[in-house]
């Protein structure tokens, strides 16, 4: 498998990419709270937020497939907005409520504290690709033992575990944690692999125009998907080149990094696949 990688903006790159080329977007765009990542790309005004959100969304969307999906981590300042923009241009399949396991200490004595992201699933078309079996969670042994009666007996679900749901508690990435990268918003890994492993085929394209730290990357490149990213800040860029090549360095697959853009319009799968490209 193969990741081509971009240190430029998204807006501009992916006029080079194909339209209907790709299999599923992964989007972790800035929230719109002031937060700093190297330049002002998260300090817009209200309005100028999503008027932006408006220009990468109908930059992205023509190159999903017909059997796409989409996928976008937003807060709940915007997700409304950004959400009902989407939503008249695809069909909204879950709203998921990623529980970010934060610690019932400190916060605001003003408000109740906000512990999650809202996540944003969307598909192109009522055919869209999604493996239920690729993501289902283990039933544990008493769980199990509880559904021994014969009305279960044979049951296929019962064996191969359930449906994950729509709130998915899974903990932010602490200071001391593994994963953990020098990037103030970095996703864990084990949220972007659901949606990879459910919403793209194996050998499929994943498209990421926020690479942060390239999460999305390595779940793709971790569980046999090509991708396709792109990143405006140098530092975060060198760290997704970093965790590419130690994902290479395990599967053996071939990275392409392009710090500089292609003339004119190539498709997607041709660009993984044209010889001399590693």
């Given at each position: 498998?193969?990741?081509?990688?971009?240190?430029?903006?998204?807006l501009?790159?992916?006029?080079?990419?194909?339209?209907?080329?790709?299999?599923?977007v992964?989007?972790?765009?800035p929230?719109?709270?002031?937060?700093?990542?190297?330049?002002?790309?998260?300090?817009?005004?209200?309005?100028?937020?999503?008027?932006?959100?408006?220009?990468?969304?109908?930059a992205?969307?023509?190159?999903?497939?017909?059997?796409?999906?989409?996928?976008?981590?937003?807060?709940?300042?915007?997700?409304?907005?950004?959400?009902?923009?989407?939503?008249t241009?695809?069909?909204?399949?879950?709203?998921?409520?990623?529980?970010?396991?934060?610690?019932s200490m400190?916060?605001?004595?003003?408000?109740?504290?906000?512990?999650?992201?809202?996540?944003?699933?969307?598909?192109?078309?009522?055919?869209?690709y999604?493996?239920?079996?690729?993501?289902?969670?283990?039933?544990?042994?008493e769980?199990?033992?509880?559904?021994?009666?014969?009305?279960?007996?044979?049951?296929?679900?019962?064996?191969?575990?359930?449906?994950p749901?729509?709130?998915?508690?899974?903990?932010?990435?602490?200071?001391?944690?593994?994963?953990?990268?020098?990037?103030?918003?970095?996703?864990?890994?084990?949220?972007?692999?659901?949606?990879?492993?459910?919403?793209?085929?194996?050998?499929?394209?994943?498209l990421?125009?926020?690479?942060?730290?390239?999460?999305?990357?390595?779940a793709a490149?971790?569980?046999?998907?090509?991708?396709?990213?792109?990143?405006?800040?140098?530092?975060?860029?060198?760290?997704?080149?970093?965790?590419?090549?130690?994902?290479?360095?395990?599967?053996?697959?071939?990275?392409?990094?392009?710090?500089?853009?292609?003339?004119?319009?190539?498709p997607?799968?041709?660009?993984?696949?044209?010889?001399?490209?590693?």
């Amino acid at each position: 498998m193969s990741a081509l990688l971009y240190n430029e903006d998204a807006l501009t790159g992916l006029e080079r990419v194909a339209n209907a080329s790709v299999d599923l977007v992964v989007a972790d765009p800035p929230y719109g709270l002031g937060k700093d990542y190297g330049n002002d790309s998260d300090r817009l005004g209200v309005q100028e937020y999503f008027a932006w959100s408006q220009r990468w969304i109908d930059a992205v969307l023509p190159k999903l497939k017909a059997n796409g999906s989409l996928y976008v981590f937003l807060t709940w300042q915007h997700s409304p907005e950004v959400f009902s923009y989407l939503k008249t241009h695809m069909a909204m399949v879950n709203e998921i409520i990623w529980d970010r396991r934060v610690p019932s200490m400190g916060g605001s004595t003003r408000k109740f504290s906000s512990v999650h992201d809202n996540i944003g699933y969307f598909a192109k078309s009522r055919d869209y690709y999604f493996d239920v079996d690729a993501v289902r969670i283990p039933y544990d042994a008493e769980t199990k033992k509880a559904r021994s009666r014969s009305i279960f007996v044979g049951a296929k679900w019962l064996e191969v575990g359930y449906n994950p749901k729509d709130v998915w508690s899974v903990s932010r990435l602490h200071r001391q944690h593994s994963e953990r990268e020098a990037h103030p918003t970095q996703k864990p890994l084990e949220v972007v692999e659901r949606m990879v492993l459910a919403s793209c085929p194996p050998g499929g394209v994943v498209l990421d125009p926020f690479m942060g730290s390239g999460t999305t990357a390595v779940a793709a490149l971790r569980h046999g998907r090509r991708f396709v990213g792109y990143e405006l800040n140098p530092d975060y860029f060198a760290i997704v080149e970093k965790r590419v090549a130690e994902a290479q360095s395990r599967g053996g697959r071939m990275i392409r990094k392009e710090h500089k853009a292609h003339k004119g319009e190539i498709p997607v799968p041709d660009l993984f696949d044209h010889p001399g490209s590693a």
